[in-house]
């Protein structure tokens, strides 16, 4: 007899046409179109699938797709975990951000745009958080030359660089005015 558990990921399965597979005893892994997985994450977080672990992205060149982004999610009040992975496009990948939905999602979405150049549309603040403003490529993608050298300038001035002191000027003591 299927559980209560059970019957509600069949019913995802048919409702988005998911390729369901069990990661681990008990943890689901649900394989999304990048149209639909939106409404499916709404779907689970009215399951309980409330807290976003972690979001993440792999790439498996030369398959096709190659990029894979990749949702951890989990259910609090039945302790259980489930995994939500949505193939992209292989040239200029971009999916919708989820930020609207976890706010936890605005740095990961931006670590995997650094790390990999997935781009989140409808993202507050798309830009690199790792690595240099001027730094070239992705260095995550199977793609990237590892032994590749880049030049930085010196002093690079980015407007957009985050300021953690905003406006705030300090001063050491003894110093009037």
């Not at 649900?30 to 976003?52: C, P, T, W």
């Amino acid at each position: 007899m299927a559980t209560q558990f059970e019957s509600f990921f069949e019913e995802l399965k048919s409702k988005y046409n998911l390729t369901i597979r069990e990661s681990a005893p008990s943890e689901p892994e649900l394989k999304a179109s990048v149209e639909n997985f939106k409404e499916l994450l709404k779907d689970l977080q009215s399951r309980g699938y409330v807290h976003m672990a972690d979001l993440t992205a792999y790439d498996e060149a030369p398959a096709s797709p190659r990029f894979h982004v990749v949702y951890e999610l989990i259910s609090l009040q039945s302790k259980k975990r489930c995994s939500v992975v949505v193939p992209v496009a292989d040239l200029d990948p971009k999916i919708s951000t989820v930020t609207d939905m976890w706010k936890g999602a605005d740095w990961l979405e931006r670590e995997v745009y650094d790390m990999y150049g997935i781009v989140f549309e409808g993202h507050a603040d798309m830009r690199r958080i790792l690595l240099p403003h001027s730094f070239k490529g992705h260095p995550l993608r199977k793609d990237f030359v590892v032994d590749y050298r880049q030049e930085f300038e010196k002093k690079v001035v980015d407007e957009g660089m985050f300021d953690p002191f905003g406006t705030t000027v300090v001063r050491g003591q003894g110093v009037n005015s």
